[in-house]
Structure formats: C-alpha cells, structure tokens
C-alpha cells in the first residue's frame, strides 16, 4: 500500500515540475483545448495510423532549446520547449522568431525500452521545417529537408547498450527569405499572410524493428473490377525469401487475402459486393500487412483502405462533372487552412483537430481544401473516417509570375532557380508519396493562384503520371493552361462563371470571404479584414445563403465544384465561419446547412 502511494505521489510530483517549466507563451488568445494539455502526455495518440505498429515510444514533451548565430555550436540551451510545438507559438512556451541568419537547436535525454533488445531502434518525425540534422549521442545520424512529410532514421548503431541517450536536433528555416515551399508563413505578418512556422510542429517518436522490416505500403483499389492492389516496400536480411501477406477485413470478419513473394504486386480480389467509400457511407476495410522472412514472420502492421474511385465524365449537356465511384457528385467545401491561434501549424489536441472536419460535415459540406498546407497523418484518417473529400494544395512558396486569371495564359511564366526547382520538385512528389493511401484525397492542386507558378503544363503531367488515380488541378484560381482535369476560377466576394472548358470540370475554386470581426476572439485588436464585413451573425448568414443561391443556379451552366472562404478567421482574416479560436460559430448552422446540402445533391439522379 505504502508504495503505491509513493508511486502516485512521485507521478504527482513530475506533473507538478513538467507545468512549472512551461505555460503558454503570449496573450494572443487560445483555443478551449490549450488548457488540457498536459507537458508530460502531449498528442499521445499514435501518429501514423495507415501504418501502425503496437510497440512505440512517444518523445513529444520538454526539451531544451537555444536559439544563436547559424554556422555555431551551442555551449548552452536557455530553456525548455514544448515539443511539437513549433518555436514560434504560444503552445511551445517560446513564442519566438528565428529567421534565417539564426539556427534552432533542441536536446533531450531518451532511454530504450529493455524489450527492445536485439531490434532496430527508427526514430520518426512527423515534421521539422525545414532543414533538420539530427545527432544521437554525438554521432550524426541523418538530415531531411522539407517542412510537410515525415521522415525516419535508424539510430540503432549510435545507441548506447546502457542508461541514457542524447538527442540533438538542428533546424534551420529561412521562411519568406528562402525559395522553399512554405504555404502562408511571412517574416513579416500582415493581411493573409501569416506567422513563420520554425521547428519541429508534429508528432517524435520512436518504434522497434526487426532488421527484416516493412518501410512503405501502397494501396490502390479499382471498383469496376472489384480489386485492391498492394504494393509493399521492405528491407533488410533475407532480400530474397520475403512473402508478404496482406488480409483485408469488414469489421472483424475476414474478406479477403492476398500474398506476394520478394516486392511482387500483391492482387486482391475483393467480394463482388464491396462496400464503396463515399462522404454519405464512408466505409472502410480494415487491413494486416505481415512480412515473413526467411520463415518467420518479423514485422506486422496494421493498416485500412476504402473501395472508391475518383474520375469525370462529360453529362447529356456536355458539362464535365466530377465523379465519386462512377456517379457524378458536386463537391463543395471550405477553404481550410489549417491554422491555430496558440499551436499555430499544430492543433493543440487530437479532439482540436478532429473538430474542424466535423464541423465541416456538420455544416452539410462532402470537401475540404486543405490550403496550401499539408497537415499530420492522423488529420487524413480523421476525414477518411468521416466522409470528407480532400483537395490537397501543393504549400507555395518563391516568386509570382504576372497573373491571368481570367483567360488561357498569354505571358512569360515564372523561371525558378535551379535550386527552387529541386525544392519543389522533391517536396511535392514526397507529399504525394506521403498522402498516397488515404482514400480521402481525391484531387491534386500542384499551385494556388500564380503563386511560384512554373512549368505548369510539364507538373500538371508530371502529377498525374505519378499519381493517376487522383484528378489534378493544375493552379486553383492561377494562370490557366489547357492541361489537367480541372479549370479553377477564383471570385470574390460572390459565385461568378467568367469563362467555361469544355473539355474539363470547371469549378470555383474560392469564393466568398464574408468577415465578422467579434472583439473577444481576435488575434490583433484592428487592421482586420474580410472581403466583406457584416456586424451580426443574421447578416452574415443571409450573405452566405444568398451567395450559396447565386452558385446553386450556376451549376447547370457550368461549375462542377465550388470552395468558401473560409472555415475559420486566421490572425487578420476574420472571414471565418468560426472565430480564430474555435468559441463561436458566427453563422446560423442549421440555415447554411439546408442550402449546403441542397448543393451537395444537385447532381443526384
């Protein structure tokens, strides 16, 4: 009894020394969820639910952190940083700028579980803008560049056999002063450009392997042929005995089963009446991916995928409408952009960030844009679970070309460097490899408006070449070539159909900005803005219905999709349906979901 009760008085004890060395940062106001988090137990969820092991180490919590000169070495740290919070949010207990003449250093202490004895230890990242090197022990073990996907290192050599172990992470973000993608993040923030992101933003930790291990699963299902198809990438010994089993259930009954030998393409028949994914249905299969090799099975994960195909077709009056599993759909959805007032690129709990998707489909939305951002895994499984087609943005970043938006491009397009060119490149197809098995996203977006637009003929090719199953729309609302599947035409504030493509879905890929500025939940007290301001929620919903009317009568003359602006304020922006901080909901929600929808169902037959 006495030692139980020195167990929970000791547990009581480093709660009482975690909470001492951080509070927010700031005054800047904060979501509900910023008062439940706890330093010791933050984002505890598994990070990477499409590919899930059992046995795992979660390393987010306190580090110690410094800021200096780039090009030095620290010879101290001052002070703790909340990981994964990145430097510049209150969340992280910082609240500082870095900039490109400075670099970021984060250290901690790590021990290895004793059960891991005898396997490979990988250290994983979720994501550290942008440039990471990272030491174990004073030994490097690996730098990534890149601020929206994951990466993963094996640091089993630089371990030590006993006691602790050293991390030491290095970032480095030259933010608007760099030619790297970085979506909406300034050195400078104003209008709609916002705060820099520098750090570490998601999800560290670590998990065993055997040295015979999957690293990669690749799922494609084909609906008119009832088949799932999986590639299934591994390492390590045995190369050349590897069988691969994959089993496919609905809930807990087994449906179906595929094997392949040594990286073969394993096909898999599926019953003939497979469950479809849909924003009405969003059914899915449940999968295990076992690697035996030379015997014995050495690494299983757990993993799911949905029955569902995104395509267009032209209707009887020779509109190209998109399609969800041979059915023509309109889809429509906010503008999202994944911002937050206290964690800014990081949602301060898994309950924050499954909320914005829910009340997308609350407010009678089937789409979300994700704009110009690319968010952590568990946000996808979250819309995937939910019914919520996904339009993923390419995050901008470099210089603007002259713009044309509203006819076929007649200028000199933008000239990258070859640096900037490389960024883009690497960056882009590492998103779409990342993003690749979420049945949720339906549509690629290589540019918004002409933001570093380039080549946009050669990437709108490119992306379908590497990902065909996905529509791509080649610059949302940018200077328009005849490539892709999409014609995207941004308006505002109001729905309007300048011009028109035959050949592909032509849709209105922004619209709307409605603004309320409500003085408790502001990020700055002026120098707000919205494309219109109204002062009441009645106004602004009467506006939004109204607009929502004007776009329902284009959909016969035209459109095939439409997005809103927006889902929530972010800092100057208070054209939201919500307020910054997730407290209000300004629009009258069961008003704005009958005519939603009404829109959403406009094509059904």
């Known amino acids: 009894m006495k030692k139980s009760i020195l167990a929970v ?18 005054d800047k106001i904060k979501t509900k969820w910023a008062e439940e988090i706890n330093p010791e137990n933050v984002l505890p969820e598994y990070p990477r639910p499409i590919m899930e092991r059992s046995d795992w180490k979660n390393l987010n919590g306190l580090w110690e952190y ?6 030095k070495t620290p010879t101290s740290y001052e002070g703790k940083i909340l990981v994964p919070f990145a430097v510049e949010s209150s969340l992280s207990g910082v609240a500082k700028t870095v900039g490109k003449d400075k670099e970021l250093w984060y250290q901690r202490t790590f021990d290895v579980p004793s059960t891991w004895k005898g396997k490979k230890v990988m250290l994983n990242f979720g994501a550290v803008d942008w440039k990471a090197d990272i030491w174990v022990n004073d030994i490097k073990v690996g730098q990534h560049t890149g601020g929206f996907t994951p990466f993963s290192l094996d640091i089993t050599p630089a371990l030590n056999s006993k006691g ?78 590897q069988l691969v089993e994959v089993k496919v259930f609905d809930g807990k009954q087994l449906v179906a089963v595929g094997k392949g030998l040594n990286g073969q393409t394993i096909d898999i028949q599926m019953p003939e009446d497979a469950k479809l994914w849909s924003p009405e249905s969003p059914f899915l299969y449940s999968m295990e991916v076992a690697l035996n090799c030379g015997g014995k099975v050495t690494d299983k994960v757990n993993s799911y995928t949905a029955m569902r195909k995104y395509s267009t077709r032209q209707d009887e009056n020779g509109i190209v409408r998109l ?30 960030l ?17 704009h110009v951002k690319v968010e952590p895994a568990r946000w996808y499984t979250h819309c995937d679970k939910l019914g919520v087609i996904v339009w993923q943005d390419m995050p901008s970043g470099d210089k603007e070309p002259e713009w044309q938006m509203y006819n076929f491009f007649t200028g000199n397009e933008l000239k990258r460097t070859e640096e900037s060119e490389a960024c883009y490149r690497k960056e882009w197809k590492e998103i779409m490899d990342y993003l690749y098995n979420y049945p949720c996203i339906g549509v690629w977006v290589p540019f918004n408006e002409r933001w570093g637009q380039f080549k946009t003929e050669e990437i709108s090719e490119w992306t379908k070449k590497h990902d065909p199953s996905r529509l791509v729309n080649p610059a949302s609302g940018g200077n328009h070539f005849q490539c892709g599947d999409i014609l995207d035409l941004h308006h505002y504030p109001n729905p309007a159909l300048k011009f028109y493509d035959a050949g592909r879905a032509t849709v209105l890929g922004e619209y709307g900005g409605i603004g309320m500025a409500m003085p408790e939940h502001l990020w700055v007290p002026d120098h707000n803005w919205g494309y219109v301001k109204f002062n009441s929620s009645k106004e602004v919903t009467d506006e939004y219905v109204k607009y929502a009317n004007q776009l329902y009568k284009l959909i016969p003359r035209g459109y095939s999709a439409a997005v809103y602006t927006q889902t929530t304020d972010v800092e100057m922006e208070v054209n939201g349906l919500m307020t910054y901080d997730r407290k209000v909901i300004k629009i009258d929600e069961p008003r704005v979901k009958e005519i939603n929808t009404k829109i959403c169902n406009s094509l059904n037959k």
């Open 66 to 71: 410094t800021i200096i000169e780039k090009g």
């Open 9 to 26: 008085c000791a547990v009581a004890l480093l709660s009482t020394t975690a909470f001492a060395q951080w509070k927010p940062a700031g």
């Open 354 to 370: 499954v909320y914005d998707i829910q009340k997308t489909k609350d407010f009678g939305y089937n789409m979300i844009r994700k």
């Open 164 to 241: 602790d172990n050293k991390l030491v992470v290095k970032v480095w973000d030259p933010t608007s002063d760099g030619p790297q993608p970085r979506g909406k993040q300034v050195t400078k923030p104003e209008g709609i450009w916002y705060t820099s992101v520098t750090g570490i933003w998601q999800t560290v930790w670590m998990e065993p392997v055997d040295e015979c291990h999957i690293t990669d699963i690749r799922t494609a299902s084909d609906i008119d042929r009832k088949k799932l198809t999986v590639d299934v990438a591994t390492t390590g010994a045995n190369s050349s005995s």
């Open 323 to 352: 399609q969800l599993n041979n059915k023509d759909v309109f889809q429509f959805g906010p503008l999202d952009q994944g911002w937050w007032p206290d964690g800014l690129y990081t949602a301060p709990t898994d309950e924050a």
